[in-house]
């Protein structure tokens, strides 16, 4: 059976759970949580399998594979009855060329707004001395250094407007694509979707929903994805134990936020 290593409301792990759900594929869960510091909660050798020692990471036939977006890739493969990419080669290229903004600076993005916003403050609660182990067992020196400016800058930092901006140009051309198509590739829900929508989530968890109302066909397709059993099962219904948090910092950052992301 397959084996999933993930937690909650980890973005990466949402759009796995996703298409596991879709493709109604059995799978065992195992969390593994380290975002509040808990660097111990890593099981042995995990960095074998996940250098980063990142979730998610899936594991089957005793194979263990990292990334998100390769693993959804890899779902496709070794599971293809039913599919989730698009039928001709130019969609499919499409549907990647979405997913790859992902790797290309919007999960580095979206990890700065929420480190900015309130994970700094989460850390400040676990101690300064958890916090300084945690990031020296980092291995990702470069999340590493980017935390550290974060947490020590928050609002200020250097790295937030850009992530904002990043943030704003995709959504807005998501919504410029599907004011005349239902889905971000082809004709049908796809990867390119799946690996998307869990942002929505996540900068609305922030309370920045108001910067892209807008949007009108960007939060159609969120609504229309959202409705799906398997958003509720993969998403929902795994909840997010920092949403309290979320809230009461992401009110108190709007105007800051607001006057970055109109800049
Ligand atoms: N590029 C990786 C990113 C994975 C990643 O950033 N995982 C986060 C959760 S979304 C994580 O493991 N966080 C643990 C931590 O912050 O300590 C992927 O797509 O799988």
């Given at each position: 059976m397959l084996t999933l290593y993930h937690y909650d409301r980890s973005t990466a792990a949402q759009r796995v759970r996703l298409l596991l759900d879709e493709k109604g594929l059995p799978w065992k869960s195992v969390i593994v949580d380290t975002?509040?510091?808990?660097?111990?909660?890593?099981?042995?050798?995990?960095h074998e399998i996940n250098p980063k020692g990142l979730v998610p990471t899936i594991e089957n036939k005793g194979v263990g594979i990292a990334e998100s977006l390769i693993i959804l890739e890899y779902l496709e493969d070794a599971f293809?009855?039913?599919?989730?990419?698009?039928?001709?080669a130019e969609d499919r290229a499409k549907m990647r060329l979405w997913m790859r903004r992902i790797d290309d600076g919007i999960h580095v993005a979206s990890r700065t707004i929420g480190v900015c916003i309130v994970n700094r403050f989460i850390y400040l609660e676990q101690g300064a001395e958890k916090i300084r182990t945690y990031h020296e067992k980092m291995r990702d020196h470069v999340r590493r250094d980017n935390d550290r400016v974060n947490i020590e800058?928050?609002?200020?930092?250097?790295?937030?407007p850009d992530a904002l901006k990043r943030f704003r140009a995709l959504f807005e051309d998501m919504n410029t694509r599907l004011e005349g198509h239902?889905?971000?590739?082809?004709?049908a829900y796809s990867l390119a979707d799946i690996a998307l929508v869990v942002y929505l989530r996540r900068m609305e968890s922030f309370m920045m929903a108001p910067l892209w109302s807008h949007l009108t066909a960007l939060n159609t397709w969120y609504a229309r994805i959202a409705e799906r059993p398997a958003y509720k099962t993969a998403v929902i219904d795994w909840g997010d134990i920092t949403e309290a948090k979320r809230t009461e910092h992401g009110q108190g950052a709007f105007p800051e936020i607001a006057k970055l992301w109109m800049a």
């Open positions: 975002a509040r510091g808990d660097i111990d909660q890593l099981p042995e050798n995990y293809p009855e039913t599919s989730f990419r698009p039928t001709s800058m928050g609002l200020a930092s250097p790295l937030l239902d889905w971000l590739a082809g004709e």
